[in-house]
């Protein structure tokens, strides 16, 4: 960026901010997000309509679908994470990344990994874990990669130029300490051949550390690290102070250490004990007021630029990431109570939920973000502000649509499932006569899906129209209020 | 929200320009985490110490529950009254005579009017085999999807129908109804009603032969496919449709079967 002296990053003049890595991140997101986003709406519409699968093996429902959720979970979500981390890390400590080698090498080592997996995973190559999948040579060179990573972000931090630690950095760590555990622990096993391995747990012991991974795959990779975004992003991007201080830290503290064993409602009504399903359910619901303080001190910030929410898009997709995420950490533990899930489980009603977090929350705070800082690294103007306008519309209806459609796909198949007639029997016997009466939900949730991944070609199109432009970005910085 | 003091920390210049207030927790929120507190305790402790309530008891429960409201009679003596051999006949038609038959003289399962009976003719052996089924030569275990009352019926009816030895009226049902008035009389209807279950939705076969693969077994021109229909292959399975579609339904069928044959591997 040689032409753009004038908007020269920060940091000491022989160590100026590392923003080439932001912008290699930024890319490799928007990449994974419209491959991850589009293999979903193909397997959305594998549902609806099976001949889309094309007759041959590699794309059928079951391979696909864990290529789906890695692609947008570890590539697209991953990719955000580390994109938003790298350039606010840096200036909220004050200090370029410890090591360009090791920004260099995770950053190379973590599209290595994806393209690793989206080759092993159409072959059929699986541990048959949900959201660990992939075998162990992957999954050794994901903690190696992984590990680089955290090194690097924590001599940055020990190599602070400030004293106090703001609140974005605490979210940050605990997703670089806690995923790390999560993921050797869960994927323990011992290899067979290069690509197959015995996992050293059994029976319910390897569900309950699969879901004590998977739930806090959900709060430490999806939740954690993007509220850390919020805090900086949506406070840099209205101008405005954060609301409370004190909310900001205990509700951290409280959700870092709650989430953690909420693990077990994936389990209710297994053979798992009593005692640690109750444990799963009433963790969930204490993490109600934990999860929301992190939506009402997004939402309180906003306090004096509503009128700004209006007219600049970037603030209306963060006001709907907030919205949806306080929805789904709602829906959430009410999911866990075992009255509730004995009806919604093994449903469509899942998936709903998974996606009003995912599309709605993780999905719109990652577009706010892309469409705020890629002006601001590139120092390029936005070369549609209507176009991202369009994109928040289409995704925002997209989600209603599928969110709304799966509660009735799942509702319908639930009730269907448990239905008995007068004489005790089961009124619907004959499982295909429950999957048949789903498919006008999956024909809609195949749209629903469609426009959001419109959306999100819209952006891709937006940015890299924006990365390619001539007009340098002038927007000027607002400043917060005094 | 009276505690707001909206004061600022003058965190801004660690915080690359970020302000924080020093408000509160808002009152309502924080009753909100205390109540949920209390909430857990109190519900693990009334679950597990006060009530004794587990995932086994509720079980035990909804059985005895279920074995009041629909007691396990024993199995009632099967009745042969015309209402019973009626209400059989029509669960036949809809379950049963795809495979064995609209005549029950067989099909891909065997013929119930001959002499023949692989598991047993007695009336309480019939009812056995619908109950239980032959799963490993196909036959579906009936006993969870009928229940015990219409397995009476249907198991009634087979064998007021075998006693008649082979001149039962073809059923009423999914296989007859080719023959009611709202008769389907595209090729595709006729085969998505009657060749289906074993050839395939799309051809592609299942318990039958493929129909869109290049190979014909019984010949492949439209002369062949139609005799092939008409007579069935009865050694094989398949059945002699000629007496149950007609000669006209078959021929519309049968030219179905070729174009969709012909379009198929002309692709490939």
């Known amino acids: 960026m040689s032409s753009a002296v004038a908007t020269a990053p920060g940091g000491t003049s022989d160590r100026p901010y590392d923003d080439a890595i932001v912008k290699k991140f930024i890319l490799a ?12 709406v193909w397997i959305a519409l594998e549902l609806a309509w099976w001949p889309a699968n094309m007759g041959i093996p590699y794309f059928t429902f079951g391979r696909l679908r864990p290529l789906h959720t890695n692609a947008v979970i570890f590539a697209f979500g991953g990719n955000i994470v580390f994109t938003s981390m790298y350039y606010s890390m840096q200036r909220l400590l004050k200090v370029r990344m410890w090591s360009d080698f090791l920004s260099s090498f995770h950053f190379w080592g973590w599209q290595g990994i994806i393209v690793a997996a989206a080759v092993t995973l159409p072959l059929g190559l699986t541990q048959s874990k949900e959201y660990a ?19 690097n972000f924590a001599m940055t931090i020990a190599n602070r130029k400030v004293k106090h630690l703001y609140v974005a950095i605490w979210f940050y760590m605990s997703f670089l300490i806690t995923i790390p555990v999560l993921h050797v622990f869960n994927s323990l096993a011992i290899p067979a051949t290069l690509t197959r391995s015995y996992p050293v747990y059994s029976g319910m012991t390897d569900a309950l550390v699969q879901w004590w991974y998977g739930h806090n795959a959900v709060g430490f990779f999806l939740t954690t690290p993007f509220l850390g975004m919020m805090y900086y992003y949506l406070p840099r991007a209205s101008g405005r102070p954060v609301f409370s201080y004190r909310l900001s ?79 789904s ?75 709304v459609t799966m509660w ?8 269907m499932w ?35 991944l419109t959306g999100a070609l819209m952006m891709a199109f937006n940015l890299i129209r924006t990365i390619t432009g001539t007009e340098p970005h002038a927007q000027p910085e607002a400043v917060p209020a005094k | ?24 927790l808002p009152d309502w929120w924080l009753g909100l985490f205390i109540f949920t507190i209390i909430w857990g305790i109190g519900y693990a402790v009334e679950y597990h110490f006060v009530s004794g309530r587990s995932q086994a008891g509720y079980y035990e429960a909804e059985m005895v529950a279920a074995a009041e409201k629909w007691p396990e009679s024993k199995p009632q003596a099967l009745a042969f009254d015309d209402a019973t051999v009626a209400a059989g006949k029509e669960i036949f038609g809809q379950q049963c005579a795809s495979c064995h038959g609209a005549a029950l003289t067989g099909g891909i399962g065997p013929n119930l009017v001959d002499a023949t009976w692989i598991h047993g003719g007695e009336p309480e052996q019939i009812r056995a085999t619908i109950t239980n089924g032959v799963p490993e030569k196909g036959m579906p275990t009936w006993g969870p999807i009928l229940g015990p009352d219409k397995i009476a019926k249907v198991a009634a009816y087979v064998v007021t129908e075998a006693k008649k030895g082979g001149s039962a009226a073809p059923v009423d049902g999914q296989v007859a109804a080719t023959g009611g008035t709202e008769e389907p009389m595209t090729g595709e209807a006729i085969f998505k009603q009657n060749c289906v279950a074993c050839h395939g939705e799309n051809m592609q076969g299942l318990v039958g032969p493929s129909l869109v693969d290049a190979e014909w077994i019984h010949g492949g021109t439209l002369e062949d496919i139609t005799h092939t229909i008409t007579n069935g292959v009865p050694e094989k399975g398949m059945v002699s449709w000629g007496p149950i579609l007609g000669e006209e339904k078959i021929g519309i069928v049968a030219k179905y079967v070729f174009d969709q044959n012909q379009a198929a591997t002309a692709q490939n």
């Open chain 1, 29 to 40: 997101t928007m990449l994974w997000a419209v491959v991850g986003m589009t293999v979903g």
């Open chain 1, 133 to 151: 999948e992939l075998i162990w040579p992957i999954d050794l060179a994901i903690a190696v990669v992984f590990l680089a990573g955290a090194l």
């Open chain 1, 249 to 327: 830290i205990v509700h951290f503290w409280a959700l870092v250490f709650l989430y953690i064993w909420a693990g077990p409602h994936h389990l209710l009504y297994s053979a798992l004990p009593d005692w640690a399903q109750t444990l799963g359910m009433v963790f969930s619901i204490m993490l109600i007021a934990p999860s929301w303080g992190g939506m009402l001190n997004g939402l309180l910030t906003l306090r004096g630029a509503w009128d700004r929410v209006r007219t600049d898009p970037i603030l209306k997709f963060m006001v709907v990431a907030v919205s949806f995420y306080g929805m």
């Open chain 1, 329 to 403: 950490t709602f829906e959430g533990p009410m999911m866990s109570i075992r009255a509730v899930s004995a009806l919604s489980h093994y449903t469509n009603w899942v998936i709903g939920h998974v996606h009003s977090g995912a599309l709605g929350w993780v999905g719109m705070i990652s577009f706010a973000i892309l469409y705020w800082l890629t002006p601001r690294v590139w120092n390029r103007k936005l070369y549609s502000e209507s176009l991202a306008t369009t994109h928040f519309w289409l995704a925002t209806i997209g989600i209603v649509i599928y969110t």
């Open chain 1, 408 to 415: 009735g796909a799942g509702l319908t198949e639930g009730l």
């Open chain 1, 418 to 452: 448990r239905a008995v007639d007068d004489g005790g029997q089961l009124a619907y016997p004959v499982f295909m006569d429950i999957v048949n009466r789903l498919s006008p939900f999956y024909w809609l949730r195949f749209l629903g899906g469609l426009m959001y």
């Open chain 2, 1 to 24: 929200m009276s505690r707001e003091t909206n004061r600022l920390l003058g965190h801004a210049e660690e915080n690359d320009g970020i302000e924080e207030y020093d408000n509160a």
